[in-house]
């Protein structure tokens, strides 16, 4: 939050809170038709992780150039 400036902060938390619920609320359709055979027991964990590190390089890549407001 601290590279977003004060009146965008709202904004910038909703926008991630979005995409984390939407994941939560979509994830256990497809998740229990994985658990339903016992071959793809492991993917939706590798698919959570793999999506996780996506979504970290996604924020990463997105705010490297924005230096945080005490470094102004």
Known sequence: MAVVRAEER????G???????????????FVGLM???????????FMAGILKIVY???LYKAFIA?????ER
């Open 10 to 13: 709202s904004a910038a938390a």
């Open 15 to 29: 926008i991630t809170g979005v995409a984390r619920t939407t994941g939560a609320a979509i994830s256990p359709l």
């Open 35 to 45: 658990f339903a055979r016992p071959s793809w027991i492991n993917v939706p964990f």
């Open 56 to 58: 970290d390089l996604l």
């Open 66 to 70: 924005i230096p945080p407001p005490e």
